[in-house]
């Protein structure tokens, strides 16, 4: 499987963006998938995953109200859209996926990852 990641860019505070990540591979509507981010000089962190299906999704208390994570299975794709963006939310962001039926919320647990976008909020 590999995954393009793209959308990323410069707004400002309170601004939105949309990340999009397209999968390759007939199988994609049997995977999971999440969006990770990683802050300069800071750990990859979990954004958010969604479960094969769409019926299940999980957020980082962090981005909750905010942020809203989607798939196309028909697409390949995955979305991430961004709304009210803070300073603090500026990072590379990646997408990942797992073949697995269930809700997968840690990097470690992931299989494939995309090359990251990067994603800067400027106050």
């Known amino acids: 499987v590999q995954l393009q990641a793209s959308g990323g860019g410069l707004v400002q505070a309170g601004g939105s963006l949309r990340l999009s990540c397209a999968a390759s591979?007939?199988?994609?509507?049997?995977?999971?998938m999440g969006w990770f981010r990683q802050a300069p000089g800071k750990e990859r962190e979990f954004v958010a995953a969604?479960?094969?299906?769409?019926?299940?999704?999980g957020y980082a208390d962090s981005v909750k109200g905010r942020f809203t994570i989607s798939r196309d299975n028909a697409k390949n794709t995955v979305y991430l859209q961004m709304n009210s963006l803070k300073p603090e939310d500026t990072a590379v962001y990646y997408c990942?996926?797992?073949?697995?039926?269930?809700?997968?919320?840690?990097?470690?647990?992931?299989?494939?990852w995309g090359q990251g976008t990067l994603v800067t909020v400027s106050s």
């Open positions: 969604i479960r094969w299906s769409g019926g299940g999704i």
């Open positions: 990942a996926s797992k073949r697995s039926l269930v809700l997968v919320t840690t990097a470690y647990d992931y299989d494939y």
């Open positions: 591979g007939r199988t994609f509507s049997t995977y999971a």
